[in-house]
């Protein structure tokens, strides 16, 4: 059997079953474009509100534009309420997404409060109302990320899966951790592999992927594919290394220099989407993922942190890796 191989969701074919995953502050287009070099199969935004879709916030607007070196690439929704859902899943299709996402997982307290993300999976019928919503609205593929379970007391898996088959989901990402585990622990792959058995949609595995062998385990528990979140980032070839690791092929480990210009190049092309300032704040965020694993790492991120321009940053940059 291959490991690796085109994946159908719905009406939309991507070329590899190897998927990034939404991290909200993370996957935005700079990023995404970085993973699909790196080998994705499709890449999947950060989760927009469609409440916020709706008011004709800015910010949200934004982050649903597409690039067009960027696809396949998934848009990422969450809201509560049915008429906001099928209008930003429409907002998602016009602005050019090949798949919709209804985020039913996400276990942060403002959004819970407001009745979105991993609630929705206690509430089987608002959860099918808001898909089948979404689902009515576009004609690009519907698909569900949610989770396992909310707690460690019972498994929600199967039902969730056969729910968003119901609804007209094109697909189900199924992140193999509990709610309260929020994104740490071992993910539980044989709840995730019961789902499969109990639908015909494709079956997307997440959590915990950071190798092959990880992945592996995924595909053979019957997913359809396996969305890669953390281990992207800093990494995001890793795509393509699993995809080698997968067919039985071997590749070295990154090594902290190739980090570096890797990450180089995303603060330049951070700087060339949103401009110097808030490129190089955004580029801040992640940069305990990139400057690691080296001698003087924690030295270098210090300075790094306290530089504001991209000459500066490629100076500093210049030095770290040729210090290497
Ligand atoms: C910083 C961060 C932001 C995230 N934002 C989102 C999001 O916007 N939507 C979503 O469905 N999941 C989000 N997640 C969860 C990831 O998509 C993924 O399910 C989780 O990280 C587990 O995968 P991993 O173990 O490969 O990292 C986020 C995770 C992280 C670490």
Not at 231 to 244: C, K, L, Q, S, T
Request: proline letters at 4%; charged letters at 20%; glycine letters at 10%.
């Amino acid at each position: 059997m291959s490991y690796i191989h085109p994946l159908q969701i719905g009406t939309f074919s991507a070329p590899n079953n190897l998927l990034l995953a939404p991290m909200a502050g993370i996957t935005d287009t700079p990023f995404r474009i970085l993973c699909l070099k790196g080998g994705a199969g499709i890449v999947c935004a950060e989760m927009v509100s469609a409440h916020a879709l709706h008011y004709g916030n800015p910010r949200s607007g934004r982050m649903l534009q597409v690039a067009q070196k960027e696809h396949p690439v998934s848009m990422q929704i969450f809201g509560a309420d049915e008429k906001t859902i099928a209008q930003a899943a429409k907002q998602a299709q016009t602005q050019g997404a090949d798949i919709v996402d209804l985020n039913a997982g996400c276990p942060v307290k403002k959004i819970n409060k407001a009745g979105a993300g991993c609630v929705l999976m206690k509430d089987e019928l608002k959860l099918g109302r808001l898909i089948e919503a979404a689902v009515k609205a576009v004609r690009i593929p519907v698909t569900l990320k949610t989770r396992i379970a909310l707690t460690h007391k019972e498994l929600l898996a199967v039902r969730l899966a056969k729910l968003a088959q119901s609804a007209g989901a094109s697909a189900i990402t199924l992140h193999a951790r509990a709610a309260v585990d929020v994104h740490s622990g071992s993910p539980n792959i044989e709840a995730v592999g019961e789902a499969c058995a109990a639908v015909k949609i494709p079956v997307i595995g997440n959590g915990g992927i950071v190798s092959a062998e990880v992945a592996r385990q995924f595909l053979d528990a019957g997913c359809a594919g396996v969305m890669i979140g953390r281990a992207a980032v800093g990494n995001p070839f890793i795509f393509e290394d699993i995809a080698a690791g997968l067919q039985g092929g071997k590749t070295a480990p990154i090594t902290a220099q190739k980090r570096l210009q890797i990450y180089l190049d995303l603060i330049r092309q951070n700087v060339a989407y949103y401009g110097e300032r808030i490129g190089v704040n955004r580029s801040r965020k992640t940069a305990g993922y990139w400057i690691s694993n080296f001698p003087n790492a924690a030295e270098m991120r210090g300075q790094f942190m306290r530089l504001g321009t991209l000459d500066e940053i490629e100076k500093l940059f210049t030095k770290g890796i040729s210090s290497l």
